[in-house]
Each structure stands twice: as C-alpha cells, then as structure tokens.
C-alpha cells in the first residue's frame, strides 16, 4: 500500500511500512531541498498536532500525535488536508494533502 500526498507543489510517496508522520516531515524537507536541521511539526483540521515524544499510542488527551506514529493510525482520507510547520523561528510551512491509497 502507498500514501501519496502533495505537499506545496511537490508529490511525495511513502510506502506504508515506513508511512510514519517522522518519515513524511523528512520526505517533505527532501523534496524541496533542506536540510532538516530544525524541528518540524503537523497540524491537523481537528486541533491534533504531531509532538517529538516518542508515544506507543497514535493519539493522547491532549490531542498530540506522535511523529513515530504511522500515518494509518490517524485515520486520514483522500482528500484530507493539514499543515507542516518547519523552523518555528521562520514558520516555513506547506499546506498537504492526502491524495490517495493504493
């Protein structure tokens, strides 16, 4: 199976072994060249957002996703759209979406 996504301009594809939202932050900063030297967050439609700490559970009280999560553990759709937020201090983001599973 494999998640395709669009991030700005840029199509990423992420088998879903490795369809984590850690792996997607990289796959995102790869496609439009940069170095991942700062951290990086998601946010979604639902007041959820991805945080560094390393959880088992996909989601906790406080609405924060893991970035190990994997990305089927959110429940995502085609069509589903959240943020990408990297380097806090500049707020570079891109909008995503969720185009499609195969």
Do not use: H
């Not at 991942?36 to 639902?46: A, I, L, R, V, Y």
């Not at 957002?49 to 190990?68: C, E, I, K, M, R």
């Amino acid at each position: 199976m494999r998640y395709y996504f669009k991030a700005g301009q840029k199509d990423i594809i992420l088998d879903e072994d490795k369809a984590t939202f850690e792996e997607l932050g990289y796959e995102i900063l790869r496609a439009f060249n940069i170095y991942p030297s700062n951290m990086f967050e998601f946010e979604f439609d639902d007041g959820e957002f991805t945080t560094s700490a390393d959880s088992p559970a996909a989601t906790d009280d406080d609405g924060q996703v893991a970035l190990s999560s994997r990305i089927k553990d959110k429940g995502l759709k085609p069509g589903d759209i959240f943020m990408f937020m990297y380097d806090y201090s500049n707020e570079w983001t891109r909008t995503v979406k969720l185009l499609k599973i195969e």
